[in-house]
């Protein structure tokens, strides 16, 4: 026999699924049938559902106590949150962009000032003075290319080791032209 049953929400599902599994425990193996079908015929369908093919009433319970713990072990996992890091490409990059973080996090500066030091002896122009100062006049605009890349790649660099501090491990990353160095760098910063 055809089992269906239906519901607006899954916790309503899940609910619905308690009580005629608590039904069932009573029920007469005789009035089986009569029930299956009128789940299938007396009932509106809704988004949530639940149907299965029973032979008897011991059958029907075990379908629905693992269903029951199927919905139950779904929702726990749902509540874990799932972090995905997106790093964007050129563009996205403007004098001062550091300078909020870098004020309020003492931890995000000294990690800025490391790689802003570096990048600074790599590439000779003040990484740090981009990324820090939103009134800075420097001789070349941070939306040239050799500059915002740099600008760019320094922030995301700075802002992915510092969320690594503070225990903020993404499952994935995703990276748009430039960012997908920084995407790609993940991997290398997290064997550090």
Same mark, same amino acid.
């Given at each position: 026999m055809l089992f269906v049953v239906s519901a607006k929400t899954p916790s309503a599902l899940e609910r619905y699924l308690q009580n005629y599994l608590d039904f069932c425990s009573q029920m007469d193996e005789s009035h089986l049938h009569s029930m299956c079908y009128t789940t299938c015929v007396g009932r509106d369908q809704y988004k949530h559902r639940f149907a299965c093919v029973v032979r008897n009433v @011991? &059958?029907?319970?075990? #379908?629905?106590?693992?269903?029951?713990?199927?919905l139950r072990s779904s929702k726990s996992s749902a509540a874990t949150p799932h972090v995905i890091f997106g790093f964007p490409g050129q563009g996205a990059q403007y004098h001062g962009m550091a300078h909020d973080l870098s004020q309020r996090y003492s931890g995000f500066r000294a990690i800025l000032l490391e790689a802003t030091n570096a990048a600074t *002896? $790599?590439?000779? =122009?003040?990484? *740090? @003075?981009?990324?820090?100062? %939103?009134? =800075?006049?420097? $001789? @070349?605009?941070? %939306?040239?290319?050799?500059?915002?890349?740099?600008?760019?790649f320094v922030y995301q660099y700075a802002?992915?080791?510092?969320?690594?501090?503070?225990? $903020?491990?993404? &499952?994935?990353?995703i990276g748009h032209s430039l960012g997908?160095?920084?995407? @790609?760098? #993940? =991997?290398? *910063?997290?064997?550090?």
């Open positions: @011991a &059958e029907l319970t075990e #379908r629905l106590k693992n269903e029951i713990s199927s *002896l $790599v590439t000779g =122009f003040p990484v *740090l @003075a981009y990324l820090m100062e %939103d009134s =800075f006049s420097p $001789v @070349a605009p941070v %939306d040239e290319s050799h500059i915002g890349q740099i600008c760019t802002m992915y080791k510092w969320l690594s501090t503070l225990g $903020v491990h993404p &499952e994935g990353v997908e160095i920084s995407a @790609a760098g #993940r =991997f290398l *910063l997290s064997t550090e």
